[in-house]
Antibody, heavy 122, light 106 residues
Framework: EVQLVESGGGLVKPGGSLRLSCAAS????????MNWVRQAPGKGLEWVSS????????YYADSVKGRFTISRDNAKNSLYLQMNSLRAEDTAVYYC???????????????WGQGTLVTVSS | AIRITQSPSSLSASTGDRVTITCRAS??????LAWYQQKPGKAPKLLIY???TLQSGVPSRFSGSGSGTDFTLTISCLQSEDFATYYC????????FGGGTKVEIK
């Protein structure tokens, strides 16, 4: 079974840092780009960042560029999101999501993880 | 960046109704559009990709149409389990989502 499990969320003060992880199983992780998508409370979905299968190509939404860093460890089947200089508006559930098609980040997503909540508040 | 305008933002409907949700892209995206269903506290679930291809296991009352800039998700006969929020997503150039449509019980 293809599965994505996020962890690392929690409460952090404005200006603080947090590192999210996504553990993948049930598929050849190293063949797929991976993505982070977030959803603020009561709001819609927002794509955050993508990383290609070999980490050669990395993309960020303007809202997080310069503050967030996406990375992956194909040996550990894991995806990461290092979040620095956090703001109240970064409060959201963060999902990792796999493109349905291997080899591209521009695809529909299936599956998604269950999400991890990040709360930025003093 | 490609913007996606989804409408309506919410609607009230009854079981058995036919429901239509639309997404309009700010530029042509061919058929590079997907639809998701999300229930409270859950991750989005893929319904349709490539504008009109039904994901395996999704009931046939869901259908998608459109290409270029205008797209439609139709639920032909609303069931109780269909009350949820629906999102479209373009993957033609980078990735953007529509604002969502909440389908509520009338």
């Amino acid at each position: 079974e293809v599965q994505l499990v996020e962890s690392g969320g929690g409460l952090v003060k404005p200006g603080g840092s947090l590192r999210l992880s996504c553990a993948a199983s049930g598929f050849t992780f190293s063949s797929y780009s991976m993505n982070w998508v977030r959803q603020a409370p009561g709001k819609g979905l927002e794509w955050v960042s993508s990383i290609s299968s070999s980490s050669s190509y990395i993309y960020y939404a303007d809202s997080v560029k310069g503050r967030f860093t996406i990375s992956r460890d194909n040996a550990k089947n894991s995806l990461y999101l290092q979040m620095n200089s956090l703001r109240a508006e970064d409060t959201a559930v963060y999902y990792c999501a796999r493109p349905a098609q291997a080899g591209t980040h521009e695809s529909w997503f299936d599956p998604w993880g269950q999400g991890t909540l990040v709360t930025v508040s003093s | 960046a490609i913007r996606i305008t989804q409408s309506p933002s919410s609607l009230s409907a009854s079981t058995g109704d036919r429901v239509t949700i639309t997404c309009r892209a700010s530029q042509g995206i061919s058929s590079y559009l997907a639809w998701y269903q999300q229930k409270p506290g859950k991750a989005p679930k893929l319904l349709i990709y490539a504008a009109s291809t039904l994901q395996s296991g999704v009931p046939s009352r869901f259908s998608g149409s459109g290409s270029g800039t205008d797209f439609t998700l139709t639920i032909s006969c609303l069931q109780s389990e269909d009350f949820a929020t629906y999102y479209c997503q373009q993957y033609y150039s980078y990735l953007t989502f529509g604002g969502g449509t909440k389908v509520e019980i009338k």
